[in-house]
């Protein structure tokens, strides 16, 4: 398969998840806005902090470097070697569900239960939520190899607006259950995301007349279950090996991502209420992140890790391949930089406004808007480190990511002492802080990877990260006329000035993107060759 099929498959899977995504998160944002009103902030904090990291650590630190290793490379490997290392994952999940349960239960500050009521029940369930969603993960990395369109996007989609459903039902008829409701409702949501898989490659496997069926490494949906017949070893060293490697680094990546949930967990440096209103105002912030950077990152990491041999130096690769890769890193880090400046620049001026049509006074008075400001600034940085950690970690061999390793530990270390003191010294904004300068830290080494790996080639991706002039006084000058509406039209003057605010910014982001499609035209023809003439395709299949 060449790099230009491959990128085209990659700009297809793209395109239709942000699409998809977006129609579903639509739904799921207004129905958690719905659910928002009837619960406290306590409950919120100790669901959407306490018992999601419980959730999150089991899967990631069983799953994230499996995936990585068995992601790595062509698809042209003997996949019974690697769905038997994929299966390893569910033993690993039971085996850090028990362990991390046992530290909820028995280290961490339980919640009074006149407040939060079934604190003990609800660890127990998300913990085997996790267990439940790893069983899948088999048939996840098959379809991310292989380039299945539409099937992640709908299947996580699907899962959580039946979730968000489930537990919209259950706040308003049983809301004595507490978090009875939340870890029934995870467990939900876990069970249908993996149905949805097994479902898929069952009537997959069992149609021959099927296209795509004939492109799949397996002709049978048992032929996905471990297999103990084979004279060969059990599983391919050398992917183990690189799980490894990335294991180590999947444990240090967790903390970072995660670190200020770890500090509020285990240092109580926030109170419930307050971790839930962070919480809150983080995934909001966090919205269009998981939208349009997550889809790109993951489906461009499977390209770069397919046109780009891992053990080969850069003048061994094919030519042809490094130079599209060049190019696709040069047009992604210059969509990326300018999503994230129009959603710093106007999301400054009307994060008052979203908090308080999201959660109404609970969350646009006090800390809220200053959170989500600054949080604003943190996804310019999350846009940039999503498209240059996709490559670096592609690009990677398995030495490079073991001493990567080491800097990641270190970096680890700091930012969690960092989280600690910022937020004494100013309160849950902290948390954005540090992580900020975690993100800078971690753009700066993968900035430094791609600069050396490019420094013998006329190839130049990093000028991806240059504007014109022009672009960035129109974000300037949009940046100064919606701060100005802000504090003569919102938010405490009613609706008519309200949608006069509205009106101002829309003014001004038609201008910025206009500026934007008339100074970057080597982007523009990116996005039109690559994303517009994968919709095509999307139509035909």
């Known amino acids: 398969m060449g790099s230009q099929e491959v990128l085209g498959q990659a700009a297809r899977l793209a395109s239709s998840g942000l699409l998809l995504q977006v129609l579903f998160r639509v739904i799921t944002f207004v129905l958690n806005a ?29 799953r994230e470097a499996f995936r990585r290793a068995c992601l790595s490379g062509s698809t042209q490997r003997d996949w019974s070697q690697t769905l038997n290392l994929l299966w390893l994952t569910v033993p690993l999940g039971v085996f850090w569900s028990l362990f991390l349960g046992w ?13 939060v009521p079934h604190y003990g029940t609800g660890v127990v369930l998300f913990g085997l939520s996790a267990v439940v969603e790893l069983l899948g993960e088999p048939f996840w990395v098959l379809a991310q190899a292989h380039m299945f369109v539409k099937l992640k996007v709908i299947a996580e989609s699907l899962s959580v607006i039946l979730r968000s459903i489930l537990t919209a039902f259950l706040v308003l008829w049983l809301p004595l259950w507490g978090l009875y409701i939340f870890s029934l409702a995870q467990l939900f949501y876990t069970s249908v995301l993996v149905l949805c898989y097994v479902i898929y490659f069952t ?12 492109t799949l490494p397996v002709s049978r949906i048992t032929d996905l279950l471990p297999d103990f017949t084979r004279n060969r070893d059990f599983v391919n060293w050398k992917e183990a090996k690189l799980t490894w490697s990335f294991f180590k680094q999947s444990f240090l990546k967790q903390i970072l991502t995660e670190g200020e949930r770890y500090v509020m967990t285990f240092l109580n440096v926030l109170n419930f209420g307050d971790q839930g209103v962070y919480d809150i105002v983080n995934n909001l912030g966090s919205l269009v992140a998981r939208l349009i950077f997550q889809p790109i990152e993951e489906s461009f990491y499977i390209f770069f890790a397919k046109v780009l041999e891992r053990e080969k130096d850069a003048t061994l690769q094919r030519q042809e391949d490094f130079a599209v890769a060049a190019m696709v890193l040069e047009s992604l ?63 990677m061999s398995k030495e490079e990511v073991d001493r990567y390793n080491f800097t990641m ?11 600690y003191l910022l937020t004494r010294w100013c309160g849950s904004v902290g948390f954005i802080l540090a992580n900020c300068f975690n993100m800078g830290i971690r753009i700066t080494q993968s900035l430094c990877f791609i600069y050396r790996y490019y420094q013998e080639s006329p190839h130049r991706p990093l000028a991806g990260l240059h504007l014109s002039p022009v672009l ?54 990116f996005l039109r060759t690559q994303f517009g003439v994968s919709k095509v395709a999307d139509k035909m299949t």
């Open 34 to 62: 719905f659910i928002l009103r009837f619960l406290s902030k306590e409950i919120v904090g100790v669901v959407n902090v306490r018992l999601t990291l419980l959730y999150s650590t089991t899967t990631f630190l069983a």
């Open 103 to 115: 530290v909820w239960l028995q280290l961490l500050e339980v919640p009074d239960p006149d407040v």
């Open 203 to 214: 009537k997959l496997l069992s149609s021959p007349e099927s296209t795509k069926q004939h």
């Open 472 to 525: 960035l006084g129109a974000f300037a000058l949009s940046g100064g006329i919606t701060g100005v509406s802000e504090v003569f039209l919102c938010c405490d003057q009613g609706w008519p000035a309200r949608l006069a605010h509205i009106t101002v910014g829309a003014i001004c982001l038609g201008l910025t993107l206009g500026t934007a499609f008339l100074t970057e035209a080597k982007l523009i023809h």
């Open 333 to 395: 880090l210059k969509l990326a930089l300018l999503a994230g400046l129009t959603i710093t620049v106007f999301g400054f001026a009307y994060s008052q406004l979203a908090l308080d049509i999201y959660g109404g006074a609970m969350l646009s008075s006090g800390s809220g808007p200053v959170l989500l400001r600054t949080y604003c600034l943190y996804v310019l940085l999350l846009a940039i480190n999503g498209v240059t950690e996709c490559f670096t970690f592609a690009a």
């Open 409 to 419: 530990l270190a970096l680890s270390s700091s930012f969690l002492v960092l989280s």
